[in-house]
């Protein structure tokens, strides 16, 4: 089945140490979202890539960076995890082509930072 | 911000009840979107209306647009206890390849 595909499930990190959270596709969408999502709230769009065209919200941090190397794949860089960066981290993918924008979102990855 | 609103906040109804979330957003869209999102998971596209349509069914849910009056309403018909999740509206607006989400009800439904 086409899906969206998010590794790991659970990642765990310390203050300050770099982690990167991977996100992959087989519905071949053109676009690929990364959402922070915190506890009981709305997920919160950090950047978007149309095809290899990056999209960063103006109120995204610095701290956060991603890459999408070829069509499939999308990662999420945090440089230096804060506590306050602990949150499920969605991605997401959709098609201009395909249901005006409708998105198809991965399982998540939940960060704890200690 | 861009974001909606979303009311109630929290809904807790019994199985067999109708459950109806509401919607509002600032800006002219395009079309407004509903997802739902089961605890600690993804969120899961239910159902897209486009701006120039009013209404829109499908299975047990209705939805409603209003773009007079900038609103949305979600209304599941016969709830379930699988039901139970949190629902948000999402708005797309102009050219712009992304949603805007409001902040979401959380619906309880009991046996």
């Known amino acids: 089945d086409a899906m969206v595909i998010q590794n790991p499930r659970y990642q765990v990190t310390q203050f300050g140490k770099p982690v990167t959270l991977s996100c992959s596709q087989t519905l071949n969408h053109n676009v690929m979202y990364w959402y922070q999502q915190k506890s009981s709230q709305a997920p919160k769009l950090l950047f978007h890539y149309y095809d290899k065209d990056f999209n960063n919200e103006a109120d995204t941090p610095d701290n956060f960076q991603s890459r999408r190397p070829n069509t499939s794949f999308c990662f999420l860089d945090i440089r230096s995890p804060g506590l306050g960066d602990a949150a499920m981290y969605l991605c997401?993918?959709?098609?201009?082509?395909?249901?005006?924008?409708?998105?198809?979102f991965g399982p998540g990855t939940r960060l704890t930072v200690t | 911000s861009q974001q909606g609103e979303e009311d109630p906040q929290a809904l807790s109804i019994q199985e067999g009840e109708n459950a109806t979330m509401n919607c509002s957003y600032k800006?002219?869209?395009?079309?407004l979107q509903w997802y739902r999102q089961n605890s600690g998971r993804g969120l899961v596209h239910l159902i897209l209306?486009?701006?120039?349509?009013r209404e829109k069914h499908s299975g047990r849910l209705r939805v409603t647009l209003d773009t007079s009056k900038k609103s949305s309403s979600l209304l599941i018909t016969a709830s379930r206890a699988a039901d139970t999740a949190s629902y948000f509206c999402a708005t797309v607006t102009g050219t712009a390849s992304k949603l805007t989400f409001g902040t979401g009800t959380r619906l309880q439904v009991t046996l």
């Open positions: 209306i486009r701006s120039n349509e």
């Open positions: 800006t002219s869209i395009n079309n």
């Open positions: 997401a993918t959709s098609s201009p082509g395909q249901a005006e924008y409708e998105q198809y």
